[in-house]
T-cell receptor
Framework: AQTVTQSQPEMSVQEAETVTLSCTYD???????LFWYKQPPSRQMILVIR??????QNATENRFSVNFQKAAKSFSLKISDSQLGDAAMYFC??????????????FGKGITLSVRP | DTEVTQTPKHLVMGMTNKKSLKCEQH?????MYWYKQKAKKPPELMFV???????INESVPSRFSPECPNSSLLNLHLHALQPEDSALYLC??????????????FGPGTRLTVT
C-alpha cells in the first residue's frame, strides 16, 4: 500500500516571501501521479498542481512549482511571492497510474500554512 | 463548467432522523466519490461510484447508504447516525480512464452535526 507523509503540521510565511512545503511518499509502483490540494478555511478543496511520475520536468503553475525527486520519493511544493489568499491547509496526495474505474487518492495528513501580512 | 455542487451546506440531525445529502456535477464525469473529513484531517474515502455502479465501499457502516440515480447525481442517505459521525462530507467527481491524469473535482461539502 502507498503512504504519503507530511511531517510538518504547520508553517508560517511572510507575505511576498517564498515557502516550501514538504511531502514524501512510499510506493513500489513505477508510474503514478502526485497532487497538491489546497483547502482554505471553510472553503472548497481545489487542485493546486499535479505531477506525472514519468515526467522528469517539474510541474509549474504560476507562483506554484514542485520539486519532484523520484528516487528520493519526495514531492515538495514551493509557493513564491506568498499572498494572504495562500493561507490554507495543503494536502499532498498520491494516485496510482493504472487504477481505471477505481481511482483512489491517498492523502497526507496536511499542513496548515499561515501568511503574515 | 467545472463545478460540483452539494446540498445542503449545513445539516443538523438527531440520532433517530433520516436525512440525505445530495451531490451534482455536469462535467460528464463517470466517477463520483463520497469522503468524510474531520477538522484539520485529510479526507477519508467512503464510497466510489463508477458508471453509476458502486465500485468501492471502504467498510463504511450501513447507517450510511449511497445511491447514484444517474451519471450526474450522487446521494448519501443517513439513518441512525452517531455523534461521532459529525463531520464535513465531501463529494468529488472525475473522469475515468487508465493511464490518464484525471483529477478529482471537489464540492464545497455538507457540514453535518449529529445531536
Amino acid at each position: 500500500a502507498q503512504t504519503v507523509t507530511q511531517s510538518q503540521p504547520e508553517m508560517s510565511v511572510q507575505e511576498a516571501e517564498t515557502v516550501t512545503l514538504s511531502c514524501t511518499y512510499d510506493t513500489s509502483e513505477s508510474d503514478y501521479y502526485l497532487f497538491w490540494y489546497k483547502q482554505p478555511p471553510s472553503r472548497q478543496m481545489i487542485l493546486v498542481i499535479r505531477q506525472e511520475a514519468y515526467k522528469q520536468q517539474n510541474a509549474t503553475e504560476n507562483r506554484f512549482s514542485v520539486n519532484f525527486q523520484k528516487a528520493a520519493k519526495s514531492f515538495s511544493l514551493k509557493i513564491s511571492d506568498s499572498q494572504l489568499g495562500d493561507a490554507a491547509m495543503y494536502f499532498c496526495a498520491y494516485r496510482s497510474f493504472d487504477t481505471g474505474a477505481n481511482s483512489k487518492l491517498t492523502f497526507g495528513k496536511g499542513i496548515t500554512l499561515s501568511v503574515r501580512p | 463548467d467545472t463545478e460540483v455542487t452539494q446540498t445542503p451546506k449545513h445539516l443538523v440531525m438527531g440520532m433517530t432522523n433520516k436525512k440525505s445529502l445530495k451531490c451534482e456535477q455536469h462535467m460528464g464525469h463517470r466517477a463520483m466519490y463520497w469522503y468524510k473529513q474531520k477538522a484539520k484531517k485529510p479526507p477519508e474515502l467512503m464510497f466510489v461510484y463508477s458508471y453509476e455502479k458502486l465500485s468501492i465501499n471502504e467498510s463504511v457502516p450501513s447507517r450510511f447508504s449511497p445511491e447514484c440515480p444517474n451519471s450526474s447525481l450522487l446521494n448519501l442517505h443517513l439513518h441512525a447516525l452517531q455523534p461521532e459521525d459529525s463531520a464535513l462530507y465531501l463529494c468529488a467527481s472525475s473522469q475515468i480512464g487508465t493511464s490518464e491524469l484525471y483529477e478529482q473535482y471537489f464540492g464545497p461539502g455538507t457540514r453535518l452535526t449529529v445531536t
